[in-house]
């Protein structure tokens, strides 16, 4: 197993950090290692906000409710970003190109384009001996984190990235069995995978009753089924829309 392997496989989330923060040059050598990820036909549809400002930092933390949105050394946010390629229309195809952009197409391709590029960044900044945390509870007020980083039509907030060096060192949580995750040649049906996601909740419980702080009762299907039964971040879907995506 070469270093690469090993430190895919000893990630952790890094919820706490030490009082100091990255330098530009740390800075510019995520970002750019974030760039060189792969990108569909180039398009490159994302755009990293760099956050410093320790009041933007407090707004963000009052629509994550998280600790470390505020307490940590650099947060990045990204961004789906179709509006530099609105800029670039001419004016002859301008309704084909918009109606390219507000295809649920080229949604996903701005959402895939900036979770590849921010695994990237992780991956870089862990090598760096920095930890990392992704921040989706950015996404609790979508509305207001749109208004706070004035992003304009065809740039929606996804998910923000906090980056520091570590204050802790937490377990690492296991992950579904591969039996469940890997499927060969066509989709495995539910009742094969049934008893490997038994296993995995055993594990789960295990983990959570041992794990160094804190400790509870649960399960992964417990999770689940809790998470999927609230209905949360509705106001998502309207908001993309008014952004002029995911209307065809």
Known sequence: ??????ALLDHRSIRKFKDKKLTEEQIHTIVKAAQ????????????IIGVKDEHLKEELYNVSGHQH?????????FCGDLHRINHLDNPEHNQHIQENLESTEQLIVATVDAALAAQNASI?????????CYIGSLRNDINRVNELLELPEYVIPLFGLVVGYPDHMP????RLPLETIY???KYKPFAKQQKFIEAYDNEMSNYYKTRSSNTKADTW????????????????????????????
């Not at 870089?124 to 920095?130: D, H, N, Q, T, V």
């Not at 377990?171 to 296991?174: R, S, Y």
Request: aromatic share 6%; glycine share 2%.
């Open 1 to 6: 197993m070469n270093q690469i392997i090993e």
């Open 69 to 77: 949105v505020k307490d940590n050394a650099h947060m990045f946010i």
């Open 221 to 248: 299907s417990d999770q689940m089924v809790r998470k999927f039964s609230n209905p949360t971040r509705m106001d998502v879907t309207p908001f993309i829309k008014s952004k002029n995506l995911n209307k065809r």
């Open 36 to 47: 060189q990820a792969s990108t569909s036909s180039n398009v490159m549809a994302y755009t």
């Open 171 to 174: 377990d690492i949580k296991p």
């Open 183 to 185: 499927h060969e040649d």
């Open 124 to 132: 870089a900044a862990e090598s760096m001996g920095l930890g990392i």
